[in-house]
C-alpha cells in the first residue's frame, strides 16, 4: 500500500535509519529483531523486568530458538556496560555465546522510565565492542524523545534496529514500525511474513 510505504519511509527518516517496517505489534517487531540478529542457539542479554522477556510469551526461544540471559537493571530498568560485560557469554564448545543485546525505552516495568540517549548509547557501545548486534525496544520511544527534548533518531543512532509503537503514546489504533539498516529490513520483512504479518490492506 502506498500510504504504508510512505509511513515506513517517514519513520526511517525520523529514527535516522536506512529503512523500516510496519509490523502489526510491538512484540511482533521485537520478535523479528531477535530472529534476525541471532543465530539458533545463542544468548540474548536483556534486562529481568524487560517486556521482551517478561510479557512476550518466551518469544525468544519459541521464534528465534533462543535463550535470554537477564541483567538486573535497578530501579530504573538501565542496563550499565558493566553489567553488559557480565553477562556477556563467549561461544565456545561448552557455551552458546551471546548474539543480542536487547534494551527498552521507556521502560515499562520500571515506571515508564525514559532512559536518555546517553544511557542507550552506553550500553550499544559496550555490546558493539563485544561484537554483540544491539535492538531497541522502543515502544514509547515517541515518549521518551520530548522527554529529554532530543530527536527521535538519538535513541536510535547507537543501535542496530529499533522498534516504536504507533499504538503508544501516538494514539493509532495498530501497529508498530520496525527500523534498521536495508538488509536488515529485507530479512526482517521475509520473518514478518513468516509469523503472519504481511498485512495486505493495511493503508488508507
Known amino acids: 500500500d502506498p500510504t504504508v510505504e510512505k509511513l515506513q519511509d517517514r519513520t526511517a527518516e525520523l529514527l ?31 534486562e529481568r523486568e ?18 535470554p540471559r ?32 536487547a534494551v527498552e525505552n521507556t521502560h515499562n516495568s520500571k515506571g515508564g522510565t525514559a532512559l536518555s540517549p546517553e544511557a542507550i548509547a552506553a550500553a550499544a557501545d559496550a555490546a558493539t565492542d563485544l561484537g554483540v548486534s544491539v535492538h531497541l525496544d522502543g515502544a ?7 522527554a529529554h527534548d532530543v530527536p527521535a533518531s538519538e535513541f536510535a543512532a547507537s543501535v542496530d534496529s529499533a522498534m516504536c509503537c504507533l499504538s503508544k503514546g501516538l494514539g493509532a489504533p495498530v501497529g508498530s514500525m520496525l527500523a534498521g539498516s536495508e538488509g536488515f529490513v529485507e530479512r526482517a520483512r521475509r520473518v514478518r511474513k ?6 495486505r490492506q493495511a493503508g488508507m
Open 140 to 146: 514509547r520511544l515517541v515518549n521518551a524523545a520530548p
Open 16 to 46: 535516522g535509519a536506512e529503512a523500516a517496517l510496519f509490523v502489526p505489534s510491538g512484540t511482533m517487531g521485537n520478535q523479528i529483531a531477535a530472529r534476525v540478529h541471532t543465530d539458533r542457539g545463542q544468548e540474548v542479554l536483556c
Open 70 to 101: 537477564t541483567v538486573d537493571g535497578s530501579d530504573r530498568g538501565l542496563v550499565t556496560p558493566e553489567a553488559i560485560r557480565e553477562g556477556y557469554v563467549e561461544a565456545s564448545g561448552h557455551r552458546p555465546g551471546t548474539g543480542l543485546l
Open 50 to 67: 524487560s517486556h521482551i522477556y517478561k510479557w512476550e510469551l518466551a518469544g525468544l526461544a519459541q521464534h528465534a530458538g533462543v535463550q
Open 194 to 199: 513468516l509469523l503472519g504479518g504481511g498485512m
